[in-house]
Each structure stands twice: as C-alpha cells, then as structure tokens.
C-alpha cells in the first residue's frame, strides 16, 4: 500500500490567495483526520471525518479554512483567503475505523508557506 | 482527555535498550495508551498501543502498570533511525477520536 497521499508537498503564496491541500487516505479506510503543526502549538487537530461524513470541526480556525469529503479516496482542505499566521505544516491521517483502539496513518504533510 | 507527562529530552547509546516513561494519572478505565513517534521532517508515526495488558510489536515493547497510571515505551536496541519525538497519548474511549499530541520526549541517539 502506497500509505497516506498528500499534495502538495510544499506550497508558497502570498497572503490573499487560495490554497488548496490534497489528500488521499489508505484504501479501505473510513476515517480521515486534518492536522496542523507549528512551533508554537505543536500538532492540533483541525477537523476528522467518519465514512466521508464531517464529525467534528471544533479545531478549524475559522471560516477562512474549510474541509470536504467527497469520496472515500479523497479529501480536501482549503484556506480562503489565506494569512501569514497560517504558514504551518499541514498533515492528513487515516484510520481503519473511528475509536480508541485504532491506529492512525499520517502522510508525509504539505509544508505551507504564505508570505 | 487525560493528561500525559513525559520527559523533555533522553538519551541512549545505539544498539543499548531505551526505556521511555509516560505518568498518566487521571487515566479512566476506558483510555486507551497509545505511542506515537515524528522523525525529522516526516509526519507522525504509530508505534504501539495498548489498554491493560503489555503489548509487544515488531517496533517496540509497551509496559502497562498495574495501576494504569504509568506505562514505558521500550525499544529493545536503539539504533540511529530511532531518533525522533516520542509522544505518549491516551484516547478515551467515549470521546472524540482525535489524538492530543503533548510535547513528547525527544530521543537522541548516541552512535
């Protein structure tokens, strides 16, 4: 298995800009997580989905940042319009199943830089 | 969910066994423990988990106290590519399915 997708890898824009980030979770997996890493924050969990369904959006930002799910293969997250402060790492996950007991995958992040 | 406490920095030799504490005392009987580790510029990886009983995989050994309020991350022989971030996360099984990555224990590796 090829493991977690994301693309970009790296992405630079200048404040104002849209940015959109990819990703694409292990076969079979029903449950995909958005994270963010900074220095300042460490890593924080932006939103999850269960079978391709928002289940909790509590750490999105604000309504600059939003996230869709349109098929199991496939995930998004967009930063409209997008600030310096949100220059981060961005990492998606994927797990077999929602639940304590199950392990996530992390794919290897899209550094964003916004100038 | 409850909380972990977990050594800034350690250190080890390659090839000697690494013993990696976490303190979770406000554990609740339905919290799983689970370790997690970020090398340099890669996003984080699973290593282990487990909920009562010690656990042993190819990567790592985990030991669970019998009290649950502590657990240890053992790695049997350090090598270099051990080097990395540890972080020892406890996910509630009534609550949401997100992990709270803490600070961890950053592990140096000695050749």
């Known amino acids: 298995d090829a493991g977690v997708i994301q693309s970009p890898r790296h992405e630079v824009t200048e404040m104002g800009q849209e940015v959109t980030l990819r990703c694409k979770p292990i076969?079979?997996?029903?449950?995909l997580f958005w994270y963010r890493q900074t220095m300042m924050r460490g890593l924080e969990l932006l939103i999850y989905?269960?079978?391709?369904?928002?289940?909790?959006d509590s750490g999105m930002p604000e309504d600059r940042f939003s996230a869709k799910m349109p098929n199991a293969s496939f995930s998004t997250l967009k930063i409209q319009p997008s600030e310096p402060r949100d220059s981060a790492v961005y990492f998606c996950?994927?797990?077999?199943?929602?639940?304590?007991?199950?392990?996530?995958?992390f794919g290897p992040g899209t550094r964003l830089t916004v100038t | 969910d409850a909380k972990t406490t977990q050594p800034n920095s350690m250190e080890s030799n390659e090839e000697e066994p690494v013993h990696l504490p976490c303190n979770h005392s406000?554990?609740?009987?339905?919290?799983?423990i689970h370790w997690y580790r970020q090398l340099p510029s890669q996003g984080p990886e699973y290593v282990i988990h487990g909920l009562t009983s010690n656990v042993n995989n190819r990567m790592a050994s985990l030991a669970i106290a019998e009290d649950r309020k502590s657990s240890t991350l053992i790695l049997h022989r350090a090598t270099l590519r051990d080097a990395a971030v540890y972080y020892c996360?406890?996910?509630?099984?009534?609550?949401?399915?997100?992990?709270?990555f803490g600070t961890g224990t950053r592990l140096t590796v000695i050749p």
């Open positions: 076969s079979g997996h029903n449950s």
């Open positions: 406000t554990i609740s009987g339905t919290d799983y």
């Open positions: 989905f269960n079978n391709n369904v928002p289940i909790d």
């Open positions: 996950a994927s797990s077999l199943k929602a639940g304590p007991s199950y392990e996530q995958y």
């Open positions: 996360i406890l996910r509630d099984g009534t609550g949401a399915n997100n992990l709270f």
